[in-house]
């Protein structure tokens, strides 16, 4: 089964003064190495390159060259898929709102948690525990 991946595993990669940064290397170099079909949403991506270019959050950002070179290393992967919202999309987010009733920065987590459904995605690496709120996924941490 696939699975994908939360933007701040990718961001604990990135970031040097994280005190996970080499366990999350380590998961991106695991994950980029295959064979196992992995997904990077959209919403993650751009998650990332918003977060890990930001002076505010990171001490020493990246540059936009920097992080667009650290997604595009993982999608020339041929075992790394992409996918966007199908037709079906706003059924499958209404199922994931009606179970579990996001709010404020919950509902980001409900559009990935549909986009996951859409493409039969049933797991997300993540430290975030608020994806545990989703039924219809396992969401694992990768530095427990």
Known sequence: ??????????????????????????FVERMAAGPEI???????VMAYLRIA??????????SIVEAVGNIEQLLNRPHIRTSGEADGFWRRFRAVADDAQPSGNLVP?????????????????TRDRDYRRFARIAARDPFA
């Open 38 to 44: 992995a997904y990077l949403f959209w919403p993650t």
């Open 109 to 125: 987590d409900a559009h990935l948690v549909a986009l996951m459904a859409e493409n039969e995605v049933g797991t997300i690496w």
């Open 1 to 26: 089964m696939s699975y994908t991946l939360d933007a701040n595993v990718l961001l604990y990669a990135s970031d040097e003064s994280s005190p996970v940064h080499r366990q999350a290397r380590s």
């Open 53 to 62: 270019t930001h002076p505010a959050v990171f001490a020493r950002p990246l």
